[in-house]
T-cell receptor, first 112, second 112 residues
Framework: DVKVTQSSRYLVKRTGEKVFLECVQD?????MFWYRQDPGLGLRLIYF???????EKGDIPEGYSVSREKKERFSLILESASTNQTSMYLC???????????FGPGTRLTVL | QKEVEQNSGPLSVPEGAIASLNCTYS??????FFWYRQYSGKSPELIMS????GDKEDGRFTAQLNKASQYVSLLIRDSQPSDSATYLC????????????FGAGTRLFVKA
């Protein structure tokens, strides 16, 4: 059974804090993605990675960075959290040459 | 113009009816097309993918693709209350890599 896990379901942080969101997949997938989901805007791609230590900017990378030191783990970093980064964050993975993305359960982040 | 557009709904249908969900996309180079279902508080899960013009059926679900009109639809026959969810249309494009763009989703309510 495929599995993508995220470190927290709910997170509350203060403005200016550095925030780490972790994602782990057990499917040996090459591709991993970070999205944020906001009402009326759908899923927007923040960053993705197609290999260890490789990363590509998505549509809204500003204020975020990522790290992929191991194939199974993809981390999203908010360098200095701001209130407009309050959102649902979804991690996904996809195998090479396949179309299906498997999503983690999501992390609802609130920045106060 | 949004790259993938969906009517946000809500779309309300009685149990047993056909639910019709529609999506348009702007990139004529789009390669693959997907429908994801997302229950409230859960992450998206893939229910249908379609790659060529025409219809593709899977149980009570039928996906329809018309590349000339840049239009994708999902029909749900014999709708059940358990089909009540948000349905996300997604389109894969080649843009410096394989990238999936999601619509904002259509909320479907199936009334018992």
């Amino acid at each position: 059974d495929v599995k993508v896990t995220q470190s927290s379901r709910y997170l509350v942080k203060r403005t200016g804090e550095k925030v780490f969101l972790e994602c782990v997949q057990d499917m040996d997938h090459e591709n991993m993605f970070w999205y944020r989901q906001d009402p009326g805007l759908g899923l927007r791609l923040i960053y993705f990675s197609y290999d260890v230590k490789m990363k590509e900017k998505g549509d809204i990378p500003e204020g975020y960075s990522v790290s992929r030191e191991k194939k199974e783990r993809f981390s999203l970093i908010l360098e200095s959290a701001s209130t407009n980064q309050t959102s649902m964050y979804l991690c996904a993975s996809r195998g090479q040459g396949t179309d299906t993305q498997y999503f983690g359960p999501g992390t609802r982040l609130t920045v106060l | 113009q949004k790259e993938v557009e969906q009517n946000s709904g809500p779309l309300s249908v009685p149990e047993g009816a056909i639910a019709s969900l529609n999506c348009t996309y702007s990139d004529r180079g789009s390669q693959s097309f997907f429908w994801y279902r997302q229950y409230s508080g859960k992450s998206p899960e893939l229910i249908m993918s379609i790659y060529s013009n025409g219809d593709k059926e899977d149980g009570r679900f039928t996906a329809q693709l018309n590349k000339a009109s840049q239009y994708v639809s999902l029909l749900i026959r014999d709708s059940q209350p358990s089909d009540s969810a948000t349905y996300l249309c997604a389109v894969a494009v080649l843009a410096g890599g394989f990238k999936t763009i999601f619509g904002a989703g259509t909320r479907l309510f199936v009334k018992a």
